[in-house]
């Protein structure tokens, strides 16, 4: 790519913008956990339950971990689902200790996602009908900013306890699964998701909500909850 072609890719990522769209392939990629391995450092993984094959076009799920975090300690929150149900997980680091938009802006790892989503949609068959943008704290955030900014790619959204949702220009309407514990100390429900989510009701996204007695962290019985609202239409 020229200058010229680099400097539109950069305006685009910018903006938040995803092009990458499921596609149909020949044959499915191997099931189990694998690296990405799209650049050195900072990398992810995408999981592939065994019998995903015998499921195609496959559900998916774009998974984001909270500040600090990574890709691999992250597979762990849908991993049983994802066996259960069938579920493709593509789970990237960031490009830094969280995601661009909490550092100033969209650009890195929406360049990043569109990279991994690409190599996943060709490699797997993945349900244009099942896309969801999911993510824990930071992850949840972004999952909700992302989503919303590419809701022509993304059907639903799973944010686990979210601080916020800040997309740059909103295209479509994402289902909107959102979850909070009411003693969460890093991200307080008063002033995040029960903030948030009469926000969202108020654009016209259809939301599911659940708070639950708990700190910050996703309970095993919320991811399921949040899986199969995912999947039940």
């Known amino acids: 790519m020229d200058d010229?072609?680099?400097?539109?890719?950069?305006?685009?990522?910018?903006?938040?913008?995803l092009a990458a769209r499921p596609r149909r392939v020949e044959s499915a990629g191997p099931s189990g956990l694998h690296r990405l391995q799209i650049e050195g450092g900072r990398d992810g993984f995408v999981y592939a339950p065994k019998d995903a094959g015998h499921r195609w076009p496959a559900p998916l799920v774009l998974l984001l971990h909270g500040a600090g975090g990574d890709a691999r300690d992250t597979v762990n929150l849908l991993e049983s689902p994802a066996d259960r149900h069938g579920l493709i997980l593509l789970v990237p680091d960031s490009r830094d200790y969280t995601w661009d938009i909490i550092r100033g802006g969209y650009g890195p790892d929406v360049a990043y996602i569109e990279r991994a989503l690409e190599q996943t949609f060709g490699r797997y068959e993945v349900d244009p009908s099942y896309v969801a943008a999911a993510g824990f704290s930071d992850g949840a955030s972004y999952a909700l900013s992302l989503g919303a900014t590419n809701g022509d790619l993304f059907t639903h959204v799973l944010a686990f306890s979210p601080g916020f949702m800040a997309p740059a220009a909103p295209h479509g309407s994402p289902k909107l699964f959102i979850s909070h514990g009411t003693r969460d100390r890093v991200l307080p429900v008063d002033v995040c998701s029960r903030?948030?989510?009469?926000?969202?009701?108020?654009?016209?996204?259809?939301?599911?909500?659940?708070?639950?007695?708990?700190?910050?962290?996703?309970?095993?019985?919320?991811?399921?909850?949040?899986?199969?609202?995912?999947?039940?239409?």
């Open 4 to 17: 010229k072609g680099d400097a539109r890719e950069s305006r685009r990522f910018a903006t938040g913008r």
């Open 195 to 233: 903030r948030i989510v009469p926000r969202v009701r108020e654009a016209g996204y259809e939301v599911l909500y659940v708070e639950f007695e708990g700190p910050h962290t996703v309970p095993p019985a919320i991811a399921a909850e949040a899986v199969e609202w995912f999947l039940k239409d």
